[in-house]
Nanobody, 123 residues
Framework: QIQLVESGGGLVQAGDSLKLSCVAS????????MAWFRQAPGKERELVAA????????YYLDSIQGRFTISRDNRKNTLYLQMNSLKPNDTAVYSC????????????????WGQGTQVTVSS
């Protein structure tokens, strides 16, 4: 089973940038669709961004479109989320996950999860 470890979270001010990383164990990473989810206090977890194993397809939540970029380096077994122009309502625990995908639907359902990293954006 693939194991995922996130890092890169922290406390920043509105307008700042952060880059999250998710390092995966095992060979399955390079053939897996991957995604970033987030969960804010009192809210349901939501899919933020997803990327297919070969980078052919990506998905972005409307509210982060143009500010966040998902990428991956299959040689390093690492998934990234570059977050720019952060806003207070981006505050959440961000988790990476492997996904079951179907064509352009990059993340139909998540399977393996990381432990999450806290992102806090102050106004």
């Amino acid at each position: 089973q693939i194991q995922l470890v996130e890092s890169g979270g922290g406390l920043v001010q509105a307008g700042d940038s952060l880059k999250l990383s998710c390092v995966a164990s095992g060979r399955a990473f390079s053939m897996s669709s991957m995604a970033w989810f987030r969960q804010a206090p009192g809210k349901e977890r939501e899919l933020v961004a997803a990327i297919s194993w070969n980078v052919e397809y990506t998905y972005y939540l409307d509210s982060i479109q143009g500010r966040f970029t998902i990428s991956r380096d299959n040689r390093k077994n690492t998934l990234y989320l570059q977050m720019n122009s952060l806003k207070p309502n981006d505050t959440a625990v961000y988790s990476c996950a492997t996904c079951v995908s179907r064509g352009r639907r990059v993340c139909v359902s998540p399977t393996n999860w990381g432990q999450g990293t806290q992102v806090t954006v102050s106004s």
